[in-house]
C-alpha cells in the first residue's frame, strides 16, 4: 500500500536532547512537508522540500533541521534550541506542484513530549 | 498573502441535523481551497477540493462545500450529520507551493 509512515507514533525525550523524527512515502512525491500542530493554533509549517537536496524554511524553522537525500524521506531534528518542542508533528507529502496537483497527503503524526 | 479564517473555533450540532463549517479566503489571485480532517491522534485526510473547475465541489463521507468569489468563501456542508462526522476540520488555500491552514473547527455531533 502507497503512503506516509511516521514514527514512532509516541516520543519522550528530556529537555537537552535532540530528537530526529522519521518520515518516509512510497507515493513517488517530489514534495514534502513537516508542520507542527499545537491546541488551538492549527499547522504551522516547519520546513519543506520540492527536490532532493533542497529545502526552505517556513514559518517556524526555528530550533529544527532538516535533510533530503533521498526523495523517499524527509527526516525533522528538534534540537535542543527548540525552546518549546513539545507538540504533534505531521509529516505531508505532494505531487510537483509544476504539474498542478496540489493537494497534501499526511502521515499520521508524531507526538513529542518533552519533560 | 493568501490566508483563511474558519469562523467558529467549536460547532455542536444533533445527529441527522445539516452541518455547516465557515472559512473565508484571502487571496490575490485565484485561489486554490481544500477541506481537511482529523480524528483525534490521527494524521489529516483530504475532504474535497477546489481548484478552479466546478463551484459545486463534492467530496467523501458525503461533504460538499461551494465557492463563493463574491464572498470569498468555500463553506463546508453536509445534509445530515452522523456520529462518524465528530472530529476537527480545517480549512486551508494554497499560496505558492505551500498550503496555510485556518485554525480548525471542531464538530461536536450530538446523539
Known amino acids: 500500500d502507497g503512503g506516509i509512515t511516521q514514527s514512532p507514533k509516541y516520543l519522550f525525550r528530556k529537555e537537552g536532547q535532540n530528537v530526529t523524527l522519521s518520515c518516509e512515502q512510497n507515493l513517488n512525491h517530489d514534495a514534502m512537508y513537516w508542520y507542527r500542530q499545537d491546541p488551538g493554533q492549527g499547522l504551522r509549517l516547519i520546513y519543506y522540500?520540492?527536490?532532493?537536496?533542497?529545502?526552505q524554511k517556513g514559518d517556524i524553522a526555528e530550533g529544527y533541521s532538516v535533510s533530503r537525500e533521498k526523495k523517499e524521506s524527509f527526516p525533522l531534528t528538534v534540537t535542543s534550541a527548540q525552546k518549546n518542542p513539545t507538540a504533534f508533528y505531521l509529516c505531508?507529502?505532494?505531487?510537483?506542484?509544476?504539474?498542478?496537483?496540489?493537494?497534501?497527503?499526511f502521515g499520521p503524526g508524531t507526538r513529542l513530549t518533552v519533560t | 498573502a493568501q490566508s483563511v479564517t474558519q469562523l467558529g473555533s467549536h460547532v455542536s450540532v444533533s445527529e441527522g441535523a445539516l452541518v455547516l463549517l465557515r472559512c473565508n479566503y484571502s487571496s490575490s489571485v485565484p485561489p486554490y481551497l481544500f477541506w481537511y480532517v482529523q480524528y483525534p491522534n490521527q494524521g489529516l485526510q483530504l475532504l474535497l477540493k477546489?481548484?478552479?473547475?466546478?463551484?459545486l465541489v463534492k467530496g467523501i463521507n458525503g461533504f460538499e462545500a461551494e465557492f463563493k468569489k463574491s464572498e470569498t468563501s468555500f463553506h463546508l456542508t453536509k445534509p445530515s450529520a452522523h456520529m462518524s462526522d465528530a472530529a476537527e476540520y480545517f480549512c486551508?488555500?494554497?499560496?505558492?507551493?505551500?498550503?496555510?491552514f485556518g485554525e480548525g473547527t471542531q464538530l461536536t455531533v450530538n446523539p
Open positions: 486551508a488555500v494554497l499560496a505558492g507551493s505551500r498550503l496555510t
Open positions: 522540500s520540492q527536490i532532493v537536496n533542497d529545502f
Open positions: 477546489y481548484t478552479s473547475a466546478a463551484t
Open positions: 505531508a507529502s505532494s505531487i510537483d506542484v509544476r504539474r498542478r496537483t496540489y493537494e497534501q497527503y
